[in-house]
């Protein structure tokens, strides 16, 4: 997140459902609502990375 606690907790309530909102689409991006990455792109990732 990139927030001391102190920063946090001095938050606006206008900025806490900011950063609420910003976390939950985070966390449903990361959560398998995406698709898997297709063949394609796993063998672009291994020729970028190795």
């Known amino acids: ?15 806490t459902s900011e ?4 976390w939950n689409a985070a966390q449903s991006a990361a959560s398998g609502e995406l698709p898997p990455p297709t063949i394609k792109d ?9």
């Open 42 to 50: 796993l063998e672009e990732l291994e020729a970028r990375y190795g």
């Open 1 to 15: 997140m990139g927030r001391l606690p102190g920063e946090v907790r001095a938050l606006t309530p206008k900025e």
């Open 19 to 22: 950063l609420v909102d910003a």
